[in-house]
């Protein structure tokens, strides 16, 4: 086990984010070959929002503001879900089947449970959701003539 040095690598979810950007390397690798599927953009997003969530994640612990370690934590949770729809692309795009990505889903799906805990832990607006909040922040703004959103 290597030192850890820095407090997010104490994180459960983090080592978890780890496991999942080896998983990945390793399935790069075996698609690496694949040719006309297009899948080289595909790759490229699961890549860097699989580093997006563990960067993210990192960041996030080191924020000593609780709604910025939210914030940060829940733009973490984002990117693993993006990582899970960019690995339903490749299995729609016939680059590999479905079995071969179900372990890479499985630990998606635990990263986003333990990062929106996290994100719950460390929102400081008490029975209010993020998507509650978000809701209520995008109703309250209105379109103005040039096509932009004006906050009122």
Known sequence: ????????EK????????SVIAWLTDLFEELRDIKGARLAETLDQLDRASLSTLLNTAEGNGKRVSQLRARFFDDARGS???????????VAKR?????????GKARLARI????????DRF?????VSRAAESRTSSS????????GYEHG
């Open 112 to 119: 986003v449970s333990m990062l929106t805990k996290l994100v």
């Open 11 to 18: 994180l459960d979810v983090y080592q978890l984010e780890l």
């Open 80 to 90: 693993a879900t993006e990582c899970a729809a960019c690995l339903d692309a490749l």
């Open 140 to 147: 309250r703004r209105t379109r103005t003539k040039l096509g």
């Open 95 to 103: 680059a590999c089947l479905a079995k071969r990505v179900e372990e």
């Open 123 to 127: 929102d400081d607006v008490p029975g």
């Open 1 to 8: 086990m290597p030192i850890t040095l820095f407090d997010h």
